[in-house]
């Protein structure tokens, strides 16, 4: 079964960091860009961050750019994103999503965990 | 940035109902654009991807068209089970983004 797992969220203190990792299954993870979205309280979609296949591209939100680092481990199929200098902005269900690509049709988020949930607060 | 509109922002409609939500970007999108459904308290789902390729597993009653800059979603007949939130996406530029979202409420 092709499934997303977050991990890694809670209740954090503003100014402190927080590490969410995303475990993959039922399909080849290298083979895959994958994204991490986020979505505030009653608010909407947000897309954040992604990574190549191989680790080689990635591209940022200007929202978290210099703050929030993503990255792979193709070895244990896991996706993390080093969060740091959390704001209380920055609270929200974190989801990471896998990239269905194709060259005819572009991206598209074909498959999304449940999310985890950081809530910045003191 | 590329800029997300959606209207309507909310409708109200009786099982049965054909319903069209549309999408108009601030730029061409060429057929760079998707559609998801969030239902309450779930994550989101991928309904339409590359405008109007319907995403396997997805019922036949979801439809999408458009190209450039304007693109529709149409379920041609409402189920109580659609009783969701509905985005688009550009995938055509990064930073991706998704417009704000369309309500859709069963009378």
């Known amino acids: 079964q092709v499934q997303l797992e977050e991990s890694g969220g809670g209740v954090v203190q503003p100014g402190r960091s927080r590490r969410l990792s995303c475990a993959a299954s039922g399909f080849t993870f290298s083979a895959y860009t994958v994204h991490w979205v986020r979505q505030a309280p009653g608010k909407g979609l947000e897309w954040l961050a992604f990574i190549s296949h191989d680790g080689g591209r990635i591209i940022y939100a200007d929202s978290v750019r210099d703050r929030f680092t993503i990255s792979r481990d193709n070895s244990k199929n896991t996706l993390y994103l080093q969060m740091n200098s959390l704001r209380g902005e920055d609270t929200a269900m974190y989801y990471c999503v896998r990239d269905g690509w194709t060259s005819a049709t572009g991206s598209h988020f074909d498959i999304w965990g449940q999310g985890t949930l950081v809530t910045v607060s003191s | 940035d590329i800029q997300l509109t959606h209207s309507p922002s909310f409708l109200s409609a009786s099982v049965g109902d054909r319903v069209t939500i549309t999408c108009r970007a601030s730029?061409?999108?060429?057929?760079?654009l998707a559609w998801y459904q969030q239902k309450s308290g779930e994550a989101p789902k991928l309904l339409i991807y590359g405008a109007s390729t319907l995403q396997r597993g997805v019922p036949s009653r979801f439809s999408g068209r458009g190209s450039g800059t304007e693109f529709t979603l149409t379920i041609s007949s409402l189920q109580p089970e659609d009783s969701a939130t509905y985005y688009c996406?550009?995938?055509?530029?990064?930073?991706?983004?998704f417009g704000p979202g369309t309500k859709v409420d069963i009378k």
């Open positions: 996406q550009q995938v055509n530029y990064y930073p991706f983004t």
């Open positions: 730029q061409g999108l060429n057929n760079y």
